[in-house]
């Protein structure tokens, strides 16, 4: 069902995107990416603090348990997948309005730094061992990735003062738009909820089908004694 | 035990290997040093490299981290000591600030010669105002370095891949670092027009800084290095 | 009548990983205290998993664990300070002299001078050897030197995965003859060995290790 509303949203966002929403004064067509930047943008911090919040949890011991863990680690894959979107949209719409593919803003800045922490964080994923010490080390890395955050906002943010912060905000958006970009930030929630309610499940699968292949393993090993 | 005492014994014990097997003099000074060498070779303008020489050591420090913190876990995994000291019960928080402290005494010591090879090299000149800036930037930088190189330095030890995965996590971290500790170093050496009273606010967030990653690192390093 | 004290090591149907790979499956096994107990079994079968699980190395995946009346499945680090475990590698510090790793090694627990001293001497590295770095030593004297580590540790369950390697007939005479004085000074040992003639000499009892379960031998 959720898979439905997705679709849905996903073909309301195009019909308004791309047809019903009108040429910004300035910007002309190239408005229209933003469509997909923000909420792109958005969903990258959303999918990043879920990541936390999940690590967070399941570094409590009360609340130990590994659901959290594949939260965590499905929510990092697609918010990998997300970032790389809002930076390579957030570029092409720079190059569109301004005229440069990058700039040294805090934001923009940020996000990079983030999308290459998760890669990191992915691959510290990969590592092996039990699931137990995998959700471990993964959340201690997710906390410290938060905790940086902040650190590296600011600093590039002292570092270009003087550059202008340009905000999506510019100009006036008209009613129409403003719309339009609100049903992209619901459209691309629901596809992410979507996504990683999907992906925690390959991963529960994953995990589960590890464990069987321990039962089955074991199941060897013992009659090697029999032999 | 108690933690300081573990962290002074391993200290002394990451030291006394150091002097043993100089390994920092013999080969991490002289990478530094050729490091600073090649700057000037690919930048290959008296004028440019005057105005970067402070981006130009601290970048050099960076990479030289590497260098020194894969060593100094190398010494560890050799003969599986880091196991051994996990076995004898000793307190992970103690290993952490043991070797920080250690891996910061070698640290301190390349920036000093990386600080001469500039003088030499790219004719940077010390300003006599700029002193108290300049020493409290080395230790603030060092401190919060020597910390981040030590958790992630353990997180990767004895890791598959290890060789590629420590720059990966640590180079988007230490980024904070890179950019205030090269800022409050132009401040103190007047170079790019700063004056020293530039340089105070981002000794604030190198301490901030420092103090993140030494608190985090003693709470999370015993669950990191858990194999 | 006296009680029964409760074992040093109570393994029940341990069930321990090694990635996907079932090191132990399904293990049991309990010693009491002062015994030296030899761990058999070809190659592959368990014995080091077996060790290190002991020390609390590896996660119990399933079953109970016990040592030194520590439960392993709640928190495998409370037992750690107590045990003393001597693997395939020494955990030694190539660079530093005999002297020196032992001097650290003594110190994590706070040991004196004099039991440093001791310890070296009761591994016959007193003498010449006490000043030479590790890196410059044979095979059987790195282990001699791992050993005095342990010694000067106190530690009360010794774990030894193969410790006859290496040494000559002179030096097994020797470990046998600490593991001995050892176990009699309250220490409890375990050595995993795929050496048949040790098990006289040494040990209080055997057990075979196969394919990652514990039996008694046939």
């Known amino acids: 069902m959720l898979g439905f509303a997705v679709l849905a949203g996903f073909a309301w966002l195009v019909l308004f995107g791309l047809f019903l929403s009108p040429n910004d004064q300035t910007q002309k067509t190239g408005v229209r990416i933003l469509y997909i930047h923000v909420p792109s943008a958005w969903l990258a911090y959303l999918a990043f603090g879920v990541t936390g919040i999940s690590s967070a949890f399941y570094l409590v011991k009360r609340t130990r348990s590994l659901v959290w863990d594949r939260i965590a680690g499905a929510s990092a894959e697609v918010g990998v997948l997300f970032m790389g979107i809002t930076l390579v949209s957030g570029s092409l719409w720079g190059r569109i309005t301004w005229g440069t593919f990058w700039t040294w803003d805090s934001r923009l800045t940020t996000t990079a730094f983030l999308f290459v922490t998760y890669i990191g964080y992915l691959a510290v994923r990969d590592l092996g061992g039990t699931h137990q010490q995998r959700a471990r080390r993964s959340a201690v890395l997710a906390l410290l990735a938060v905790c940086e955050v902040p650190l590296v906002h600011f600093s590039v943010k002292w570092w270009r003062p003087l550059h202008q912060q340009e905000s999506v905000a510019d100009g006036e958006l008209s009613g129409l738009m403003l719309f339009s970009l609100f049903v992209g930030l619901i459209s691309f929630t629901l596809l992410y909820v979507w996504l990683v309610m999907h992906r925690q499940r390959v991963l529960a699968l994953n995990d589960r089908a590890d464990d069987r292949g321990l039962d089955a393993a074991l199941l060897e090993r013992r009659n090697e004694v029999v032999r | ?23 920092m003099t013999n080969q991490v000074l002289p990478f530094a040093a050729l490091v600073m060498v090649m700057f000037a070779f690919a ?17 050099a420090t960076m990479f030289s981290l590497l260098v020194i913190v894969q060593r100094s876990f190398a010494v560890e995994t050799a003969d599986g000591a880091l196991d051994a000291l996990q076995v004898a019960g000793v307190r992970p928080g103690g290993i952490f600030l043991g070797k920080s402290l250690a891996l910061a005494a070698q640290l301190a010591a390349l920036e000093l010669v990386l600080l001469a090879a500039a003088v030499v090299l790219y004719q940077t000149e010390l300003l006599a105002g700029g002193v108290v800036l300049l020493v409290t930037t080395w230790v603030a930088a060092t401190t919060g370095l020597a910390f981040v190189g030590t958790l992630y330095g353990g997180l990767a030890a004895g890791a598959k891949g290890r060789e590629t995965l420590l720059p990966l996590l640590m180079l988007p971290v230490v980024a904070p670092v890179l950019i205030g500790a090269t800022r409050a170093t132009e401040a103190a050496l007047g170079t790019n027009d700063a004056t020293p009273s530039d340089g105070w606010p981002w000794i604030g967030l ?16 015993g669950s990191l290095i858990d194999e | 009548m006296e009680p029964v004290a409760s074992p040093v090591v109570d393994l029940v149907d341990v069930v321990a990983v090694l990635g996907s790979f079932p090191a132990l499956a399904g293990a049991s096994l309990t010693v009491q205290r ?3 107990v030899l761990l058999q079994g070809p190659n592959g079968a368990g014995k080091t998993s077996l060790l290190r699980l002991c020390a609390g190395l590896l996660p119990v995946e399933r079953g109970a664990a016990h040592v030194l009346g520590c439960d392993l499945v709640a928190d495998r680090t ?3 300070n107590r045990v003393g475990l001597l693997g395939h590698a020494n955990g030694l510090y190539a660079d530093l002299t005999v002297a020196d790793n032992v001097r650290f090694w003594g110190a994590t627990v706070g040991a004196s001078d004099d039991e440093v ?22 095979a059987g004297q790195r282990r ?7 010694v000067a540790r106190r ?9 006859h390697a290496g040494l000559d007939a002179a030096g097994r005479d020797d470990l046998d003859h600490t593991l001995r004085s050892a176990a009699a000074a309250g220490a409890t040992v375990m050595v995993a060995s795929h050496e048949l003639e040790r098990a006289g000499a040494l040990a209080t009892r055997v057990v075979e290790v196969v394919a990652g379960q514990v039996q008694a031998p046939s």
């Open chain 3, 117 to 138: 001293a001791g310890a070296l001497r009761r591994m016959g590295l007193a003498e010449r050897l006490a000043t030479v770095p590790v890196s410059r030593l044979s």
């Open chain 3, 155 to 163: 530690a009360e369950l010794w774990l030894l995965d193969e410790p």
């Open chain 3, 78 to 80: 409370a037992v750690r």
């Open chain 2, 206 to 221: 190198l301490a901030l800084f420092a103090v993140v990653f030494g608190a985090g690192g003693t709470l999370a390093f």
């Open chain 2, 43 to 59: 930048l290959d303008s008296d004028q440019v490299l005057t105005r970067v020489a402070p981006g130009l050591v601290w970048l």
């Open chain 2, 1 to 23: 035990m108690n933690m300081w005492r573990i962290a002074r014994l391993v200290a002394v014990k990451d030291l006394r290997v150091e002097w043993r097997s100089r390994v």
């Open chain 3, 34 to 36: 002062g015994e030296i």
């Open chain 3, 144 to 150: 001699r030197t791992a050993l005095a580590c342990l």
